[in-house]
Protein backbone atom coordinates (compact mmCIF):
# COMPACT_ATOMS: atom_id res chain seq x y z
CA UNK A 1 0.00 0.00 0.00
CA UNK A 2 1.16 3.97 -1.38
CA UNK A 3 1.35 6.42 1.15
CA UNK A 4 -1.67 8.75 1.11
CA UNK A 5 -0.13 12.10 0.46
CA UNK A 6 -2.18 15.41 0.45
CA UNK A 7 -1.06 17.96 -2.14
CA UNK A 8 -0.80 21.54 -0.67
CA UNK A 9 2.49 23.91 -1.06
CA UNK A 10 5.46 22.88 -1.83
CA UNK A 11 7.28 24.58 0.74
CA UNK A 12 4.96 23.74 3.61
CA UNK A 13 5.61 21.57 6.51
CA UNK A 14 5.55 17.86 5.88
CA UNK A 15 3.56 15.53 8.40
CA UNK A 16 4.41 11.42 8.62
CA UNK A 17 1.70 9.63 10.57
CA UNK A 18 1.43 6.32 11.37
CA UNK A 19 -1.82 4.70 9.58
CA UNK A 20 -3.35 4.04 13.17
CA UNK A 21 -7.01 3.90 12.85
CA UNK A 22 -7.51 6.35 15.48
CA UNK A 23 -4.40 8.73 14.37
CA UNK A 24 -6.43 9.30 11.39
CA UNK A 25 -8.47 12.32 12.69
CA UNK A 26 -5.20 14.37 12.22
CA UNK A 27 -6.23 13.75 8.44
CA UNK A 28 -9.30 16.00 9.30
CA UNK A 29 -8.30 18.33 11.78
CA UNK A 30 -4.32 19.39 9.31
CA UNK A 31 -5.76 18.48 5.86
CA UNK A 32 -8.23 21.15 3.75
CA UNK A 33 -8.45 18.27 1.19
CA UNK A 34 -9.06 15.59 3.25
CA UNK A 35 -12.07 13.43 1.39
CA UNK A 36 -15.45 14.13 2.19
CA UNK A 37 -15.73 10.31 3.16
CA UNK A 38 -13.84 10.60 6.08
CA UNK A 39 -15.03 13.94 6.80
CA UNK A 40 -18.33 12.23 7.35
CA UNK A 41 -17.32 9.20 8.90
CA UNK A 42 -15.53 10.93 12.20
CA UNK A 43 -18.31 13.48 12.37
CA UNK A 44 -20.34 10.39 12.27
CA UNK A 45 -17.66 8.70 15.21
CA UNK A 46 -17.61 11.56 17.35
CA UNK A 47 -21.36 12.83 17.16
CA UNK A 48 -22.75 11.56 20.28
CA UNK A 49 -20.26 13.61 22.51
CA UNK A 50 -18.83 16.44 19.92
CA UNK A 51 -21.97 17.28 17.66
CA UNK A 52 -19.64 20.48 16.03
CA UNK A 53 -16.19 17.92 15.80
CA UNK A 54 -15.42 19.49 11.96
CA UNK A 55 -15.79 22.57 13.21
CA UNK A 56 -13.58 21.77 16.54
CA UNK A 57 -11.57 20.28 13.47
CA UNK A 58 -11.01 23.74 11.75
CA UNK A 59 -10.93 25.51 14.46
CA UNK A 60 -7.76 23.20 15.65
CA UNK A 61 -5.75 23.68 12.57
CA UNK A 62 -6.52 27.28 12.61
CA UNK A 63 -4.92 27.72 15.97
CA UNK A 64 -1.45 26.75 14.70
CA UNK A 65 1.31 28.48 13.15
CA UNK A 66 2.90 26.35 10.61
CA UNK A 67 0.69 23.21 10.63
CA UNK A 68 -2.25 24.67 8.88
CA UNK A 69 -1.26 24.37 4.98
CA UNK A 70 0.95 21.03 5.93
CA UNK A 71 1.25 18.31 3.94
CA UNK A 72 0.30 14.80 5.18
CA UNK A 73 1.27 11.10 4.74
CA UNK A 74 -0.07 8.43 5.89
CA UNK A 75 2.28 4.71 6.03
CA UNK A 76 0.89 1.25 7.54
CA UNK A 77 5.06 -0.39 7.51
CA UNK A 78 8.18 0.49 8.43
CA UNK A 79 9.34 0.35 4.95
CA UNK A 80 6.41 2.92 4.00
CA UNK A 81 8.12 4.89 6.45
CA UNK A 82 11.53 5.10 5.23
CA UNK A 83 10.17 5.96 1.67
CA UNK A 84 8.96 9.63 3.47
CA UNK A 85 11.89 10.26 5.94
CA UNK A 86 13.99 12.35 3.38
CA UNK A 87 11.63 15.23 3.68
CA UNK A 88 9.84 14.12 6.60
CA UNK A 89 9.24 17.60 8.82
CA UNK A 90 7.38 15.99 11.51
CA UNK A 91 6.61 12.03 12.77
CA UNK A 92 3.41 11.27 14.59
CA UNK A 93 3.94 7.52 15.74
CA UNK A 94 2.43 4.59 17.45
CA UNK A 95 4.58 1.73 17.30
CA UNK A 96 6.72 1.96 14.06
CA UNK A 97 10.63 2.41 15.07
CA UNK A 98 12.75 4.98 15.03
CA UNK A 99 16.59 5.07 15.52
CA UNK A 100 19.96 6.02 14.57
CA UNK A 101 18.95 4.27 11.10
CA UNK A 102 16.50 6.19 10.24
CA UNK A 103 17.15 9.40 12.09
CA UNK A 104 20.52 9.29 9.34
CA UNK A 105 17.67 8.95 6.46
CA UNK A 106 15.44 12.00 7.45
CA UNK A 107 17.92 15.43 7.33
CA UNK A 108 15.41 17.76 8.13
CA UNK A 109 13.37 16.22 10.88
CA UNK A 110 12.29 18.75 13.52
CA UNK A 111 10.18 16.23 16.23
CA UNK A 112 8.57 13.35 16.33
CA UNK A 113 5.43 12.47 18.35
CA UNK A 114 4.91 9.42 20.24
CA UNK A 115 1.10 8.61 20.25
CA UNK A 116 1.63 7.70 24.00
CA UNK A 117 4.55 8.09 26.52
CA UNK A 118 6.12 4.84 26.69
CA UNK A 119 8.64 5.53 24.05
CA UNK A 120 10.80 1.94 24.03
CA UNK A 121 10.27 1.78 19.94
CA UNK A 122 12.29 5.32 19.75
CA UNK A 123 15.31 5.47 20.21
CA UNK A 124 15.21 9.08 22.65
CA UNK A 125 19.54 9.45 22.98
CA UNK A 126 19.83 9.01 18.88
CA UNK A 127 16.52 11.78 18.54
CA UNK A 128 18.88 14.09 21.05
CA UNK A 129 22.26 13.65 19.44
CA UNK A 130 20.15 14.31 15.59
CA UNK A 131 18.65 17.69 17.44
CA UNK A 132 14.92 16.05 16.81
CA UNK A 133 12.85 16.92 19.60
CA UNK A 134 10.55 13.76 21.15
CA UNK A 135 7.04 14.49 22.17
CA UNK A 136 5.02 12.08 24.16
CA UNK A 137 1.69 12.04 25.56
CA UNK A 138 0.12 10.28 28.39
CA UNK A 139 -3.63 9.07 26.28
CA UNK A 140 -6.50 10.49 28.71
CA UNK A 141 -8.60 7.48 26.46
CA UNK A 142 -5.89 4.91 28.56
CA UNK A 143 -6.28 6.83 31.72
CA UNK A 144 -10.29 6.29 31.19
CA UNK A 145 -9.33 2.53 30.24
CA UNK A 146 -7.78 1.95 33.78
CA UNK A 147 -10.68 3.82 35.94
CA UNK A 148 -13.26 1.26 33.85
CA UNK A 149 -10.93 -2.06 34.97
CA UNK A 150 -11.03 -0.74 38.10
CA UNK A 151 -14.50 -0.13 38.13
CA UNK A 152 -15.46 -3.58 36.59
CA UNK A 153 -13.08 -5.51 39.47
CA UNK A 154 -15.05 -3.02 42.50
CA UNK A 155 -18.08 -3.64 40.78
CA UNK A 156 -17.71 -7.61 41.11
CA UNK A 157 -16.08 -7.41 44.45
CA UNK A 158 -19.12 -5.87 45.34
CA UNK A 159 -21.59 -7.84 43.51
CA UNK A 160 -23.00 -4.24 42.04
CA UNK A 161 -24.30 -5.82 38.89
CA UNK A 162 -26.65 -8.56 41.09
CA UNK A 163 -27.46 -5.70 43.59
CA UNK A 164 -28.36 -2.98 42.16
CA UNK A 165 -31.56 -1.80 42.76
CA UNK A 166 -32.17 -4.94 44.69
CA UNK A 167 -33.13 -3.28 48.24
CA UNK A 168 -36.80 -4.85 49.26
CA UNK A 169 -37.27 -7.94 50.40
CA UNK A 170 -39.65 -8.83 47.36
CA UNK A 171 -36.00 -7.87 45.24
CA UNK A 172 -33.83 -9.78 46.71
CA UNK A 173 -35.81 -12.77 47.35
CA UNK A 174 -36.40 -13.04 43.42
CA UNK A 175 -32.55 -12.63 42.93
CA UNK A 176 -31.98 -15.50 44.81
CA UNK A 177 -31.14 -14.25 47.89
CA UNK A 178 -32.76 -14.98 51.69
CA UNK A 179 -32.75 -11.45 53.72
CA UNK A 180 -33.40 -11.29 56.82
CA UNK A 181 -32.95 -8.72 59.79
CA UNK A 182 -31.13 -9.88 62.56
CA UNK A 183 -32.03 -9.38 65.89
CA UNK A 184 -30.92 -5.98 66.61
CA UNK A 185 -31.06 -6.45 70.50
CA UNK A 186 -27.70 -7.74 70.06
CA UNK A 187 -26.37 -7.70 66.84
CA UNK A 188 -25.28 -4.59 64.02
CA UNK A 189 -27.74 -4.76 61.05
CA UNK A 190 -24.81 -4.87 58.48
CA UNK A 191 -25.84 -6.96 55.35
CA UNK A 192 -29.69 -7.57 56.70
CA UNK A 193 -29.76 -9.03 52.95
CA UNK A 194 -27.24 -11.70 53.98
CA UNK A 195 -25.54 -11.27 50.67
CA UNK A 196 -22.23 -13.91 50.39
CA UNK A 197 -19.13 -13.94 48.70
CA UNK A 198 -18.48 -9.82 49.03
CA UNK A 199 -15.06 -9.36 48.59
CA UNK A 200 -12.47 -6.89 49.52
CA UNK A 201 -9.88 -5.61 47.61
CA UNK A 202 -7.27 -4.71 50.01
CA UNK A 203 -4.52 -7.38 50.33
CA UNK A 204 -5.38 -9.29 47.38
CA UNK A 205 -3.48 -10.34 44.41
CA UNK A 206 -4.16 -8.12 40.84
CA UNK A 207 -2.26 -9.61 38.03
CA UNK A 208 -1.60 -7.80 35.14
CA UNK A 209 -1.07 -9.65 31.83
CA UNK A 210 0.68 -6.78 29.88
CA UNK A 211 2.47 -4.19 31.27
CA UNK A 212 2.08 -1.21 28.82
CA UNK A 213 0.28 2.20 28.83
CA UNK A 214 -3.01 1.04 30.31
CA UNK A 215 -1.81 -1.77 32.37
CA UNK A 216 0.84 0.92 34.65
CA UNK A 217 -2.40 3.01 35.33
CA UNK A 218 -4.15 -0.10 36.34
CA UNK A 219 -1.02 -0.73 38.44
CA UNK A 220 -1.10 2.44 39.95
CA UNK A 221 -4.87 2.64 40.72
CA UNK A 222 -4.91 -1.09 42.16
CA UNK A 223 -1.66 -0.21 44.49
CA UNK A 224 -3.74 2.85 46.07
CA UNK A 225 -6.06 0.07 46.97
CA UNK A 226 -3.58 -1.76 48.67
CA UNK A 227 -3.38 -4.66 45.97
CA UNK A 228 -0.45 -6.76 45.58
CA UNK A 229 -0.08 -5.96 42.05
CA UNK A 230 2.49 -9.04 39.74
CA UNK A 231 2.77 -8.90 35.91
CA UNK A 232 4.03 -10.71 32.83
CA UNK A 233 5.32 -9.59 29.84
CA UNK A 234 7.99 -10.52 27.03
CA UNK A 235 10.00 -8.42 28.50
CA UNK A 236 10.63 -7.56 32.38
CA UNK A 237 10.79 -3.55 33.07
CA UNK A 238 13.78 -2.60 35.12
CA UNK A 239 13.96 -2.60 38.46
CA UNK A 240 13.83 0.85 39.23
CA UNK A 241 10.69 1.46 37.10
CA UNK A 242 8.93 -2.00 39.17
CA UNK A 243 9.57 -0.21 41.93
CA UNK A 244 7.74 3.12 40.85
CA UNK A 245 4.75 1.02 39.97
CA UNK A 246 4.60 -0.81 42.67
CA UNK A 247 4.78 -4.75 40.96
CA UNK A 248 6.53 -7.56 40.78
CA UNK A 249 7.33 -9.67 37.89
CA UNK A 250 6.36 -13.45 37.27
CA UNK A 251 6.17 -15.56 34.82
CA UNK A 252 2.86 -16.19 32.79
CA UNK A 253 2.27 -19.61 34.38
CA UNK A 254 2.29 -17.91 38.10
CA UNK A 255 0.97 -15.39 36.98
CA UNK A 256 -2.15 -17.71 36.57
CA UNK A 257 -1.55 -19.31 39.64
CA UNK A 258 -1.20 -16.40 42.19
CA UNK A 259 -3.49 -13.98 40.84
CA UNK A 260 -7.28 -13.47 42.62
CA UNK A 261 -7.96 -10.86 40.09
CA UNK A 262 -6.31 -11.12 36.49
CA UNK A 263 -6.53 -7.72 34.13
CA UNK A 264 -5.52 -9.11 30.34
CA UNK A 265 -4.03 -5.58 29.08
CA UNK A 266 -3.11 -7.05 25.51
CA UNK A 267 -3.06 -5.79 21.56
CA UNK A 268 -5.00 -7.95 19.35
CA UNK A 269 -2.67 -10.23 17.13
CA UNK A 270 -1.09 -13.04 16.25
CA UNK A 271 1.32 -13.38 19.20
CA UNK A 272 -1.25 -12.85 21.04
CA UNK A 273 -4.88 -14.53 19.89
CA UNK A 274 -5.88 -16.98 21.98
CA UNK A 275 -3.13 -16.69 24.58
CA UNK A 276 -5.73 -17.50 27.17
CA UNK A 277 -7.18 -21.17 26.19
CA UNK A 278 -8.45 -24.17 27.84
CA UNK A 279 -4.81 -25.48 28.94
CA UNK A 280 -4.05 -21.02 30.74
CA UNK A 281 -7.25 -21.54 32.35
CA UNK A 282 -6.49 -24.55 33.90
CA UNK A 283 -3.69 -23.01 35.69
CA UNK A 284 -5.89 -20.61 36.88
CA UNK A 285 -6.29 -19.87 40.98
CA UNK A 286 -9.94 -21.14 41.48
CA UNK A 287 -12.19 -18.34 42.03
CA UNK A 288 -10.11 -15.82 39.82
CA UNK A 289 -11.62 -12.94 38.66
CA UNK A 290 -11.12 -12.23 34.82
CA UNK A 291 -11.05 -8.45 33.32
CA UNK A 292 -10.28 -7.31 30.06
CA UNK A 293 -10.95 -4.07 28.40
CA UNK A 294 -8.29 -4.46 25.61
CA UNK A 295 -9.19 -7.21 23.13
CA UNK A 296 -11.05 -9.90 23.89
CA UNK A 297 -9.57 -12.26 20.62
CA UNK A 298 -6.67 -12.82 23.05
CA UNK A 299 -9.29 -15.19 25.06
CA UNK A 300 -10.19 -17.74 24.16
CA UNK A 301 -14.47 -17.52 23.82
CA UNK A 302 -15.21 -21.62 24.65
CA UNK A 303 -12.72 -21.69 27.32
CA UNK A 304 -14.01 -18.73 29.20
CA UNK A 305 -17.17 -19.79 28.78
CA UNK A 306 -16.29 -23.40 30.27
CA UNK A 307 -14.29 -22.14 33.15
CA UNK A 308 -17.38 -20.02 34.14
CA UNK A 309 -19.53 -22.98 33.83
CA UNK A 310 -17.12 -25.25 35.82
CA UNK A 311 -16.53 -22.08 37.94
CA UNK A 312 -12.97 -21.85 37.61
CA UNK A 313 -13.42 -17.99 36.91
CA UNK A 314 -15.22 -16.28 39.95
CA UNK A 315 -16.21 -13.36 37.78
CA UNK A 316 -15.61 -12.11 34.15
CA UNK A 317 -15.52 -8.52 32.97
CA UNK A 318 -15.30 -7.89 29.42
CA UNK A 319 -15.51 -4.36 27.06
CA UNK A 320 -15.01 -5.26 23.97
CA UNK A 321 -16.21 -8.28 22.72
CA UNK A 322 -15.76 -11.14 20.70
CA UNK A 323 -18.10 -9.70 17.40
CA UNK A 324 -19.81 -6.35 17.64
CA UNK A 325 -22.50 -5.60 18.23
CA UNK A 326 -23.12 -8.45 20.64
CA UNK A 327 -26.47 -10.88 20.26
CA UNK A 328 -29.19 -11.00 22.67
CA UNK A 329 -28.94 -14.84 23.49
CA UNK A 330 -25.22 -14.66 24.00
CA UNK A 331 -24.54 -17.13 26.75
CA UNK A 332 -22.38 -15.23 28.53
CA UNK A 333 -25.30 -12.97 29.46
CA UNK A 334 -27.08 -16.14 31.62
CA UNK A 335 -24.26 -15.62 34.18
CA UNK A 336 -24.86 -13.05 37.45
CA UNK A 337 -21.24 -12.68 37.63
CA UNK A 338 -20.42 -11.67 33.87
CA UNK A 339 -20.04 -7.87 33.28
CA UNK A 340 -20.43 -6.75 29.47
CA UNK A 341 -20.12 -3.43 28.24
CA UNK A 342 -20.64 -2.28 25.01
CA UNK A 343 -16.62 -0.67 24.00
CA UNK A 344 -16.99 2.30 26.28
CA UNK A 345 -13.46 1.97 27.86
CA UNK A 346 -12.35 4.73 26.30
CA UNK A 347 -14.83 7.29 26.65
CA UNK A 348 -16.18 9.80 26.25
CA UNK A 349 -14.62 11.06 22.82
CA UNK A 350 -13.62 14.47 24.72
CA UNK A 351 -10.77 12.06 26.06
CA UNK A 352 -9.39 11.73 21.92
CA UNK A 353 -10.54 14.96 21.57
CA UNK A 354 -8.52 16.39 24.10
CA UNK A 355 -5.41 14.35 23.38
CA UNK A 356 -5.16 15.57 19.50
CA UNK A 357 -5.17 19.34 20.71
CA UNK A 358 -2.56 18.31 22.56
CA UNK A 359 -0.39 16.91 20.10
CA UNK A 360 -1.28 19.45 17.52
CA UNK A 361 -0.30 22.55 20.21
CA UNK A 362 3.24 20.57 21.29
CA UNK A 363 3.46 19.76 17.42
CA UNK A 364 3.07 23.16 15.95
CA UNK A 365 5.61 24.39 19.11
CA UNK A 366 8.22 22.52 18.46
CA UNK A 367 8.97 23.38 14.75
CA UNK A 368 10.27 26.27 13.01
CA UNK A 369 8.51 27.57 10.05
CA UNK A 370 12.14 27.48 7.73
CA UNK A 371 10.89 23.85 6.08
CA UNK A 372 13.64 22.35 3.61
Wanted: aromatic share 6%.
Amino acid sequence: MNPTVSNPPISSCHVVIENDVFMRVLDVVLNPSCSEERREAFRDFFAHDKPDFLDWAKNLRLQSRHLQNCRLSFVDTQEELDGTLHDAHVLVLESLRIGERELSMAPALQAIQKYGHIVRNIDAAACEMHGVKLLTIRRRANIACAEQAMMMILALAKRLPELNQVTSMKRLREAGFAPAPFDRRHTPSSNWARIPNLDTLYGSTLGILGLGEVGRDIALRAHAFEMQVIYSQREQLDASLEQSLHVKYVSFEDLLAQSDWLVVQLPSGPSTHHLLDAKAFGLMKKGLRLINVSRAQCMERDAVLAALREGTLGGFALDTLWQEPGDDDDELLSFPNVILTPHTAGSPRQNGLLDFEQMVHQMDAAISPSFK
